[in-house]
């Protein structure tokens, strides 16, 4: 497609990939590209090693738009910085899979294929949603996304230069790379079917069961059957009787609501909205805490009307303790896989880093302190000599957490928070890492969050296992 002056711009406003990412038919093409991804041998298996996708599924959702929309923002300076802590984060990605195959992140075949499947799927869910794209239009995307790569590696070369090359390459790949692998079966088959609630239904168990008992299979069988037919014969992969009909029927209905005033369905905003809870100084939090009360009164209903099992409602969650498998399962396996291994710590470290919006060095310090931290966590907790802590082992344990290189942790985060270097955390600075303002149980010195009161609370949440109103949204939420 040739680019002259009437031609919009590659990223920002006037982008084409910019008047897809607010469409909500994307939730369901998201969705569908990343298990296309999942399915590439390499992508799944630093999925299953390295991704929170499956502990973390909501946090996950939230990272992967912003950086979408820094990417394609306005603000150039943003998006090449962006592109720079993407590479930073894949380059930190490599390992070998359970057959003895390498992978890695940084592989450019690899980072061109996830780049495919999501030009791929976003094609497709125009034409699932009846509103096939012109091929300009679609050219036009298509350079959109090669320059997204560009931004990452040093050119597209990887994608072919053409959309009907582009056609031959993709059906190559599914053809002959895609496999059944086990982190595209737990998209599938596990997640859906045990997503945890979204920190704005947080206190909602019952009403979050029954909704995902009803919509979670049918959005596992919508995304199987828009998977390309070849590969869902090769894999295996069962279609329920009328999928293809209801698959349909799903991207209309859901396209529907592209028709609501502007910034209604905002795709930013959406996922604030999923990470709000109650307790929060967001203006909204006030309407969200009587919301629930009432919901609590639906679930209430629902319990006495329906088989589901018993699900106790939570009260005074500040002050709830947790015990040490609990603790295990919500704070320190992040990965979902029932194990402690520095995976789980990097992903800790990821997600600090993310919200703080950190550079170098700052990040490889916040994760070179989580690295020491999870040598002594090795060295005080793996008994069996299996490079992994159990959470049999860290409940054997547990006093051993709190050592110097946690302490380590702590003073390092302090540090990268601590943006202006006054050794003080202010209203801002706070805001930046817990996103919400002050709470009564922090510890203040005029307006302001100390050194010594920051550790404490640290170690406090990490080694005391009480929940934590700040805390429990950076590390422990979904």
């Known amino acids: 497609m040739t680019v002259n002056e009437d031609t919009p711009p590659l990223f920002g406003t006037g982008s084409q990939f910019r008047e897809f990412l607010d469409d909500p038919r994307w939730a369901l093409a998201m969705i569908r590209a990343t298990v296309l991804e999942a399915a590439h041998p390499q992508v799944g298996a630093a999925l299953i090693e390295n991704s929170t996708f ?70 497709t869910m125009c034409r699932l949603g009846g509103q096939p794209l012109e091929q300009e239009v679609m050219e036009r995307l298509y350079t959109e996304f090669r320059g997204y790569l560009a931004l990452m590696q040093s050119d597209g070369g990887q994608l072919p230069a053409t959309v009907p090359e582009f056609w ?40 979050w069961a029954a909704g995902r008992a009803l919509t979670g299979p049918v959005v596992g069988a919508i995304t199987v059957a828009s998977l390309p037919e070849p590969f869902r014969r090769r894999a295996g ?78 009260t005074s969650p500040q002050t709830t303790p947790r015990g040490a498998e609990e603790f295990f399962r919500e ?27 950190l550079d170098e060095p700052e990040e490889t310090r916040l994760y070179q302190a989580h690295a020491e931290w999870w040598r002594e966590l090795q060295q005080a907790l793996d008994t069996d000599g299996d490079g992994r802590v159990s959470a049999q082992e860290y409940a054997d344990a547990v006093p051993t957490l709190a050592g110097p290189a946690l302490i380590r942790v702590a003073e390092v985060l302090f540090d990268v928070a601590d943006k202006d270097g006054d050794q003080r955390i202010d209203a801002g600075e706070y805001r930046a890492l817990f996103r919400t303002g002050f709470h009564r149980d922090t510890h203040r010195t005029d307006g302001a969050y100390t050194r010594s009161a920051f550790v404490k609370d640290f170690l406090s949440f990490m080694s005391g296992r009480l929940r934590s109103t700040p805390y429990d949204p950076v590390i422990a939420q979904a």
Not at 100 to 118: C, E, K
Not at 332 to 357: H, K, N, V
């Open 54 to 123: 499956v502990a973390h599924p909501w946090r996950r959702l939230r990272n992967t738009l912003r950086s979408l929309r820094r990417m394609f923002g306005d603000d150039d300076e943003a998006r090449h910085r962006e592109a720079a802590r993407l590479n930073r984060l894949h380059a930190r990605l490599s390992g070998t899979d359970p057959q003895g195959r390498p992978y890695d992140a940084m592989d450019p075949a690899v980072r061109a294929w996830v780049v495919a499947t999501l030009f791929e799927s976003t094609v």
């Open 168 to 207: 031959v390459y993709y059906d190559r790949v599914v053809a002959e790379e895609l496999e059944n692998t086990e982190a595209m079966r737990i998209i599938l088959y596990r997640l859906f079917d045990h997503l945890p609630a979204p920190p704005v239904l947080g206190g909602l168990p019952t009403l």
């Open 331 to 357: 704070v320190l396996d992040q990965t979902g896989d029932g194990y402690l291994d520095w995976p789980d710590l990097a992903a800790m470290a990821r997600e600090l880093a993310t919200r703080l919006d």
């Open 237 to 314: 992969l069962p279609e329920m009787p009328g999928a293809q009909t209801v698959m349909q029927g799903a991207y209309l209905a859901v396209g529907l609501a592209r028709f609501l005033p502007d910034g209604w369905i905002r795709a930013d905003a959406v996922a604030d909205l999923l990470d709000l809870t109650p307790d929060s100084d967001d203006p909204r939090a006030r309407t969200l805490a009587a919301l629930h009360r009432r919901m609590q009164r639906a679930g209430a209903l629902i319990r006495l009307l329906t088989p589901l099992p018993t699900v106790p409602e939570p």
